[in-house]
């Protein structure tokens, strides 16, 4: 999607090491901030998500933090391991209940 | 268990055909859409449903209508299949949130190939 920017497409990481990915968006007044996991020859599934009221939101080794200023968001994997190797997809909301989606990041964690 | 599923995992068609893309969920949603996914372009929105009997182009909607004759199944057709249609084509639903969104849930995608 345009209004989404997703970086970086591809990474790898040593097991055991964090992993970032990050999305910018332009809309000021979105407020609902999904990411999904897609696994090889899996549907899409939302991991974690954060709305405009909060900073951060954590559930165990996974994170995002939104920057509403700067108008971006970021996935944080924190301690990879190789069931972390997926496609991950950021999106942002666009007018009614649709969402911009980013391009994907292939994230490889490396045993 | 939430359930979105899709009429088929793999599909191979000739150029002309009529397609139809089945996609059924379970969760009494309103809202359904159509998405095709491609290296590299991550998700683009075909068509969307807010409503049955409703539907609304997305941002790739030639080549493309829909169908939504019941609230739990949104029917993709491509009226004559081309080979640049060849792709992944996802199916998702939603419950109707204003503006703030909900979290979508996914079918498990349609491979798509059109010789």
């Known amino acids: 999607g345009e209004n989404v920017e997703q970086h970086p497409s591809t990474l790898s990481v040593q097991e055991g090491d964090s992993a970032v990915i990050k999305c910018t968006y332009s809309?000021?007044?979105?407020?609902?901030f999904p990411w999904y996991k897609q696994e090889l020859g899996k549907r899409p599934q939302l991991i974690i998500d954060?709305?405009?009221?909060?900073g951060e939101k954590k559930d165990q080794r996974i994170a995002v933090t939104l920057n509403k200023t700067a108008k971006h968001f970021s996935l944080h994997i924190t301690e990879t391991q190789p069931e972390d190797s997926a496609v991950y997809f950021c999106?942002?909301?666009?007018?009614?209940?649709?969402?911009?989606f980013g391009t994907g990041t292939s994230l490889t964690v490396i045993p | 268990d939430v359930k979105v599923t899709q009429s088929s995992r793999y599909l191979v068609k000739r150029t002309g055909e009529k397609v139809f893309l089945e996609c059924v969920q379970d969760m009494d949603h309103e809202n359904m859409f159509w998405y095709r996914q491609d290296p590299g372009l991550g998700l683009r929105l075909i068509y969307f449903s807010y409503d049955v009997k409703m539907k609304e182009k997305g941002d790739i909607p030639e080549g493309y209508s829909v169908s939504r004759e019941k609230k739990e199944r949104f029917s993709l057709i491509l009226e004559s299949a081309s080979t640049n249609q060849t792709s992944m084509y996802l199916c998702?639903?939603?419950?109707?949130?204003?503006?703030?969104?909900?979290?979508?849930?996914f079918g498990p995608g349609t491979r798509l190939t059109v010789l």
């Open positions: 999106a942002a909301p666009r007018t009614g209940n649709q969402f911009y």
């Open positions: 954060i709305r405009s009221n909060v």
């Open positions: 809309d000021s007044a979105s407020n609902y």
């Open positions: 998702a639903s939603s419950r109707p949130s204003g503006r703030t969104g909900n979290e979508q849930f």
